[in-house]
């Protein structure tokens, strides 16, 4: 193959791959057990080095070095300490070559197919070389005293949350495990609609608290915060809120006095957060408070709650509509009628949140309170249920819930 043909050729199956890594998140979802805000600039980033370092290997025939793939393997790790194993993290290099590889091949003309046999042999090595250099250096952290801690700590959660008895760390002299706690259930929320979001900061600040034992999931974290005696939760709670960082305001505005800046200059933003929180005052409660704490940090992401923490004692409305599962389904068909009719909805809503006011409802809609009582007339008419009968109103109120719930995927 002449020089010129082949260096066309291999840009021309470059920007394939480029297009392949973009749709991978969506076709083959890469991190089943770790939130997707959490992971997904990670991911984003370390595909676009992977398969930038290796088009550079294979026009070059250099193997990258180590300093090329410093980055690359330390994402990896960073998946590694947020509770992925290293044989998923590793087997993610497997299916997104087989997933890219296969994309590229199949729209391939007979000259790149030519090209794509030539560098079958590169692709092994690459992904050889970039695995083995991330289980050294996993092999290398585990021997870390800190790393070997927070995977014992893990570990304790692990027990803890399923309701086993974690005895078999009760001789560890560094780890305390106290009877009673209070359980924070974290839920991550997306920031403008974009993936992306810093989480970092966050999660750096629970485990910095005192004595928790931390486990990540899907949907964030849970924390395990021993209670001190005396406590009913209400300290802990406190001092926990305390910590937390800000939720993040007005994010998509840039300042006045600076430029904005371009996607690839753009700092992750602080992501969005909620924290469910129960407390178990003994070991053999700590499931059932588990299911609680999810449910109600799931109500804050659902609900786009403005407060952080959310405590049952806040939200037992809510909660009741949530932890009816097949009552929930019902609830939030009742408003379908409403559907075609988004000016009803909508001052349906502002009737609800102004606590069934029609002269607030008619000033925060900018409109007359005639027509307001002509929109909740017709909501009457669609649905069935009068807004101003109080039995109606809280049928339409819990419908609301119900259908926020549903549309933002509830699931505790």
């Known amino acids: 193959m002449q020089p010129r043909t082949r260096d066309r050729a291999l840009e021309e199956l470059y920007r394939r791959a480029v297009v392949a890594r973009e749709e991978f998140?969506?076709?083959?979802?890469?991190?089943?057990?770790?939130?997707?805000?959490?992971?997904?600039?990670?991911?984003?980033?370390?595909?676009?080095?992977?398969?930038?370092?290796?088009?550079?290997?294979?026009?070059?025939?250099?193997?990258?070095?180590?300093?090329?793939?410093?980055?690359v393997v330390e994402i990896a790790l960073g998946r590694v300490r947020d509770g992925e194993s290293l044989e998923e993290v590793l087997g993610r290099y497997r299916i997104g070559a087989e997933y890219i590889w296969s994309q590229i091949r199949d729209a391939a003309s007979d000259t790149e197919r030519e090209l794509l046999a030539d560098a079958a042999l590169p692709l092994l090595s690459y992904v050889t070389l970039v695995t083995t250099r991330i289980a050294t250096a996993c092999v290398r952290r585990i021997h870390d005293p800190r790393w070997e801690l927070l995977e014992r700590r893990r570990a304790i959660a692990d027990a803890l949350l399923t309701g086993r008895d974690p005895i078999e760390w009760a001789d560890e002299p560094a780890i305390a495990v106290p009877d009673a706690f209070l359980i924070a259930v974290f839920r991550l929320g997306a920031v403008g609609g974009r993936a992306g979001a810093d989480t970092s900061e966050l999660r750096h600040r629970i485990e910095a608290i005192p004595g928790v034992f931390l486990r990540l999931d899907s949907g964030g974290w849970t924390a395990l915060l021993p209670l001190q005696p005396g406590d009913d939760g209400t300290a802990t709670a406190s001092a926990l809120a305390a910590r937390l960082p800000a939720q993040p305001t007005g994010q998509s505005a840039q300042p006045a006095a600076q430029p904005a800046k371009s996607p690839t200059q753009r700092t992750p933003q602080p992501a969005p957060f909620w924290v469910g929180v129960t407390t178990a005052p003994s070991r053999d409660r700590i499931p059932d408070v588990f299911h609680e704490a999810r449910m109600l940090a799931e109500l804050g992401r659902?609900?786009?709650?403005?407060?952080?923490?959310?405590?049952?004692?806040?939200?037992?409305?809510?909660?009741?509509?949530?932890?009816?599962?097949?009552?929930?389904?019902?609830?939030?068909?009742?408003?379908?009628?409403?559907?075609?009719?988004?000016?009803?909805?909508?001052?349906?809503?502002?009737?609800?949140?102004?606590?069934?006011?029609?002269?607030?409802?008619?000033?925060?809609?900018?409109?007359?309170?005639?027509?307001?009582?002509?929109?909740?007339?017709?909501?009457?008419?669609?649905?069935?249920?009068?807004?101003?009968?109080?039995?109606?109103?809280?049928?339409?109120?819990?419908?609301?819930?119900?259908?926020?719930?549903?549309?933002?995927?509830?699931?505790?």
């Open 25 to 71: 998140p969506t076709t083959l979802p890469p991190y089943r057990n770790l939130p997707q805000q959490m992971v997904a600039s990670g991911f984003e980033r370390g595909s676009k080095l992977n398969v930038d370092l290796f088009f550079d290997f294979l026009r070059s025939g250099k193997t990258p070095s180590e300093d090329d793939t410093r980055e």
């Open 302 to 412: 659902c609900l786009d709650r403005p407060q952080v923490v959310c405590r049952r004692a806040d939200l037992m409305f809510e909660y009741t509509v949530a932890a009816g599962d097949t009552a929930r389904t019902g609830l939030a068909a009742v408003l379908a009628p409403l559907d075609p009719q988004p000016l009803l909805a909508e001052t349906l809503e502002v009737f609800v949140d102004s606590g069934f006011n029609q002269l607030a409802t008619a000033r925060l809609l900018n409109i007359h309170r005639n027509t307001v009582t002509y929109r909740l007339a017709r909501v009457h008419e669609l649905t069935g249920l009068d807004p101003h009968r109080p039995t109606d109103a809280m049928t339409l109120s819990a419908a609301r819930i119900a259908r926020r719930l549903e549309s933002a995927a509830f699931a505790p």
